[in-house]
């Protein structure tokens, strides 16, 4: 069954701190995705990869990095957290049906920036 | 602003009742998806539906699409507490990259044993 699985679960970072989220996935997807959710907003997009070692900037980058070194993992990046990235965010792979996607996600990490 | 909508925004049903939850979108698209978010917990998905489809069925539930009109629903028949969850719709876009989906907000679906 695929599997996409995120550490930590949660963290609490200091702001002005650096934060590094991971993904993994053992679906052979070649697309990843790292979104973040925050009440009433749903999912929106932070950066996206469709291969190893290169990524793309989703809807709201600003503040975030992304790193994809292999197929299987792909990694989020805070250099300086701030109070306005406490969010949930999830990572997704996804597969092609016909030319449509779908994701599957990972189960969120909860980062909490003081 | 956002490319897909849910709405109503939260409802509450009792058990064995159906539900319908609406989407409307703003763009040309190849499918739209439905997924479902049950708390502590990523999305996974319900239904696909592709642009030159209607309805989809998947067990209790029920997609359709009418892309005249933008929209597109979800029903739940006989629904059963473990349906408590966030319900999303997600599209693609024509012309966009592959791959991306942009997802509404989400109505907050409580089922009342």
């Known amino acids: 069954e695929a599997a996409v699985t995120q550490s930590p679960r949660s963290k609490v970072a200091v702001t002005g701190g650096k934060v590094t989220l991971s993904c993994h996935q053992t679906?052979?997807?070649?697309?990843m995705y790292w979104y973040r959710q925050d009440t009433g907003h749903g999912l929106r997009l932070i950066h996206y990869?469709?291969?190893?070692?290169?990524?793309e900037k989703g809807d709201i980058p600003d503040g975030y990095k992304a790193s994809r070194p292999s197929q299987e993992n792909f990694s989020l990046i805070l250099e300086l957290a701030s109070l306005s990235q406490t969010a949930v965010y999830f990572c997704?792979?996804?597969?092609?049906?016909?030319?449509?996607?779908?994701?599957?996600f990972g189960p969120g990490t909860r980062l909490t920036v003081l | 602003s956002q490319l897909a909508e849910e709405n109503p925004w939260a409802l509450s049903v009792h058990e064995g009742e159906s539900v319908t939850v609406n989407c409307s979108y703003k763009?040309?698209?190849?499918?739209l998806q439905w997924y479902r978010q049950k708390s502590g917990e990523g999305p996974a998905q319900l239904i696909l539906?592709?642009?030159?489809?209607r309805e989809k069925r998947n067990g209790r539930l029920r997609a359709t699409l009418d892309t005249s009109s933008q929209s597109s629903s979800l029903s739940i028949t006989a629904t059963r507490c473990e349906d408590t969850a966030v319900y999303f719709c997600?599209?693609?876009?024509?012309?966009?990259?592959?791959?991306?989906?942009?997802f509404g907000a989400g109505t907050q679906l409580i089922v009342i044993p």
């Open positions: 997704a792979s996804s597969v092609d049906w016909g030319g449509s996607y779908e994701q599957y």
């Open positions: 679906n052979n997807h070649d697309y």
């Open positions: 990869s469709y291969v190893a070692d290169s990524t």
């Open positions: 763009t040309s698209i190849t499918a």
């Open positions: 539906i592709r642009s030159n489809e």
């Open positions: 997600a599209t693609d876009k024509r012309g966009s990259a592959l791959g991306r989906l942009h």
